[in-house]
């Protein structure tokens, strides 16, 4: 059974809230890879999703299945070598691993050197002109 097989069993049958009250969250943005100022936003509304409905994503599959639904561009693609690979007992590791799976899609599509990207950031900082 491929990745994508698994992923979509798993996120069909998640078990539901079972009237559970609890806020609205907004749903993560979609993520192309392209803007690296939304990757970390798009991890950040990833785990508010997550810690809104626990009993929805009390599994890592159900957690990287829903994560790749809001990918796509270049991100997805990135992904879907695996996501359609159909040989039986090549998923790969961050299919089932949530940590896995961040790490993947960080060291693709994240920031290279955070506090050196941050450091340039703040150097250029300008304020705008008032008038």
Request: hydrophobic share 35%; proline share 6%.
């Amino acid at each position: 059974m491929n990745a994508i097989t698994c992923l979509s069993n798993a996120t069909r049958h998640r078990p539901e809230d079972s009237g559970a009250v609890h806020t609205k969250v907004h749903e993560p943005d979609t993520f192309d890879g392209t803007d690296l100022k939304k990757f970390h936003e798009f991890l950040i509304q990833c785990e508010l999703n997550f810690c809104n409905r626990p009993q929805a994503f009390c599994s890592d599959v159900w957690k990287v299945g829903f994560a790749l639904s809001f990918l796509k561009g270049i991100a997805l693609t990135w992904f879907e070598p695996d996501l359609l690979d159909d040989i039986p007992g090549t998923e790969p590791t961050w299919a089932d691993d949530y940590s896995e799976f961040v790490i993947e899609l960080t060291t693709n599509f994240g920031p290279h050197n955070p506090v050196g990207d941050a450091k340039h950031q703040l150097n250029n900082l300008s304020m705008k002109d008032g008038s």
